[in-house]
Structure formats: C-alpha cells, structure tokens
C-alpha cells in the first residue's frame, strides 16, 4: 500500500499530476502534462499529525497484533518533512511516537490474554555504515538486530545520536537513514489454549533526504553524506524497480549493492505489509523533486507482495 503524505498546501490538476496552483502553467511546460499517478491518500496541508496516522499506520498495528511484519517508510527531497512525518516534534508528535502509545493501549488491552516481550533496535545508516544508535559507542555495527529496553525514552536517546548537519535545504537535516525496529512476541497466558505465539517486526524508517547535488552548494563533507544518501536511495530505487517488475522472468533484486537495502531486504521483499509515506513539498523551486518523488512512489505501489502469519507454537 502507498500512502502519498503531502506536508503542504499541493493542488491536483485535472489530469492527475501534482502542481503547485500558482505556478501551474510554468510547470505543465516543464513537465508534460499528462502524468497520472494514483495513490492511496493525499494529506494537504491542514491535515494534522494524527490524521495521518490514523489513515496511514494505526489500521496496519492490528496486523501486529496477529502476528505480521509490517513496515512504514518516509521518502522524499530534502527539507520536504520526511523527519515530520516519522517523528514530529514536542507538541505535534510524529508516526514513530503515535504508533507506540496506540500499541502500548492495544496491547494492554490484551493483557489479559498473552503476555508480551518488546524488545526495540534503533539504527542509522549513514555514509555507508551502519551505527547502532541506542548505543553510538560500539562504533560502526555489522548487521544485526540488537536492543531492549524502554521504548520512548530508547526513541529519545536514539534521536539524540542521529547524525543531523544544517545544510541550504534544511536547518536540521538528517544525513541518515533511521530504522527504528520493534520486536513484539505475544505468548498466551492461558496454556489451556490453542493460541500461538505471535512474533511480529515492526520497521518505522525515516529516510535521508534525496538531494540534486547542482541544486545545493554543499561541499566537503556535506557533499559527500549526499551522495551517499542519494547512492542508497538509487539502490532502494532499483530494488523497488526489480519487485515491481512485471516480466515474467522476475529479474534480480540488487539488494547487497547498500547497507540500506540489505538492512531493508525484508521490509520491501520480506514476508512484510509495507507502507510507503511519499513527502512532497508545495514549493515550485522542488518541482522537479516532487516529479521524481512521484514517480518513485508510483514504481513502489506496483510491488505485490503477499504477507502471512509467522507463527510458532511453543510446547503446551
Ligand atoms: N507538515 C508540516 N507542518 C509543519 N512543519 C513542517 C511540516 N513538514 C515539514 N515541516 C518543517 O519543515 C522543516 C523540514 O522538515 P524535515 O526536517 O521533516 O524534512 P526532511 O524531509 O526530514 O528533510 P531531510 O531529508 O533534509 O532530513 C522542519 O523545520 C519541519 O519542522
């Protein structure tokens, strides 16, 4: 499923693309106009946090719940509120933030019935190295799952290790990529039952920024994170690309050319419901950022993938 999350004011011409209304002719020569694109939910500029964790996220936790791994991942340009979205701020808390109180509440709601272990990883994958950020001493990590704990104050010690530089487009880029990994085991209390254990993977990713490197004066290091950024998120296009294929023949899926897609192999293969959280930006000077974005959400949305249970009995 594809969620388009508009952060701001965007008008839909009446052929379907995406324009900003003032400028609406310029960008209709730009880009010809008869670009469709279709997506699940448009969120304009008003709507709030909550909205669109209500029509984006909270329908997906009861899959939780039962058993599946699920997956909600922001893409866009830089500067377009990718960080927003997945995590907001003080009094407009994000997706990230939203998803654990919804889940603690559902969860105690079933307390009664299972007994539940939470265990939380917190990574960040940045210049082509992935950092555990529950724990930034342990250097650069080799991949693997680690992490237990308290979730939101993990979420809030994560967030203060996560690599973020000013640059033109934005005060407080993030010149990484976010996964925050939540693992849920439900054990039935009643040994009586026929239930299962439930174990279920819950990825919220708040992904770097793509950046047009003409478009920015960045240099040194700056320079370097982009490309590195825009390098993974190239990886993460052709496997998107790969999945949706609709040859035949299924081609390759390219996810060792990152640490991004390998960390991702089973959000975006896997045995996984995902959610892809497109942000866009209302400005005229991102036209041509909002044009790619779009079409990159548009390949995503062709992936069909089938989830199912992951169930394990335990000895009763
Ligand atoms: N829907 C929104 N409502 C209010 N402010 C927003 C919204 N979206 C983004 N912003 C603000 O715009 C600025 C840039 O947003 P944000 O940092 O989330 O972008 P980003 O896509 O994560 O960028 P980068 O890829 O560079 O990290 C921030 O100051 C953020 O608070």
Known sequence: MIQLHVSTAVAVCSCGCVLSTNRRREATRAIPCNAKFAFDHVFPE???????FQKTTKPILQDVLSGHNVSVFAYGATGAGKTHTMLGHGGEPGIIVLTMVELFEQLRQRSQE????LSVSYLEVYNETIRDLLNPSVGVLNLRE????????LLTKGNQNRTQHPTDANATSSRSHAVFQLHVKQTPRNSGTTAHVLTAKMSLIDLAGSERASATSNRGARMREGANINKSLLALGSCINALASTARRKPHVPYRNSKLTRLLKDSLGGNTRTIMLANVSPSYGTYDDTFNTLQYAKSAKNIKKSASAWRRTRPL
């Open 46 to 52: 008003q709507s709030s946090q909550l909205q669109v």
């Open 114 to 117: 299972y007994e539940t272990d």
């Open 146 to 153: 680690s992490g237990d704990g308290v979730v939101m104050a």
